[in-house]
């Protein structure tokens, strides 16, 4: 949750509270403001309206799945097995949330799309696909890298304290070959 400090007088303060992060906020701007850079260049060079708003609206939902996944790898990372129940549930609870909201950017992508006046298979049945597949990819590419930027994480944590234990190994163990060795020699020796 956001918070915005106002001070109006000298002894009075007023509190916004605004949902989210106001860095996530930032990121959402950037993603539409580089899907709409997209379709306004685009429209320039082509003078395509499906052309332009499939690719303005690919870039858009494209940074906005790339953002989504790093926020769904930072949520995952703060759970492990010893997350208590309550604090488990209200992680759930907001991944549902970015769930809901992902979808619903793809889909209004795609409705978008599909009500442009280009009519024909590729227009309404392919293209409407496209910004979906831009951001299941960018979201896949932040969940890579950023598994591949974290330090690995030690087998111990999760099996937790007991696979901590070594087991002892004495002279004894190593000078007594065992019931396969004994049987190769009998075998060798006949």
Not at 6 to 23: A, E, F, L, S
Not at 84 to 90: G, H, L, M, N, V
Not at 93 to 115: D, M, T, Y
């Amino acid at each position: 949750m956001g918070q915005v400090i106002r001070q109006v007088g000298p002894n009075t303060t007023r509190y916004y509270w605004y949902p989210g992060d106001k860095k996530e906020w930032l990121r959402a701007l950037v993603a539409v403001g580089s899907g709409g850079a997209v379709l306004g260049l685009s429209y320039f060079l082509t003078r395509s309206w499906l052309t332009s708003t499939v690719l303005g609206l690919s870039v858009a939902s494209g940074v906005a799945g790339f953002n989504f996944g790093r926020r769904d790898l930072a949520a995952a990372d703060g759970l492990d097995a010893r997350t208590p129940r309550r604090e488990a549930t209200s992680a759930a609870g907001r991944a549902a949330w970015r769930g809901f909201a992902q979808g619903a950017v793809i889909a209004f992508a795609a409705l978008i799309i599909e009500h442009l006046p280009a009519t024909g298979v590729f227009a309404d049945w392919l293209l409407p696909l496209a910004p979906g597949v831009a951001f299941g990819l960018a979201w896949q590419a932040a969940l890579m890298a950023g598994r591949l930027s974290h330090e690995s994480s030690k087998v111990t944590e999760f099996v937790g304290a007991s696979a901590t234990r070594r087991i002892d190994v004495t002279d004894e163990t190593l000078s007594h070959p065992g019931p396969l060795a004994e049987a190769t020699e009998d075998v060798r020796g006949s």
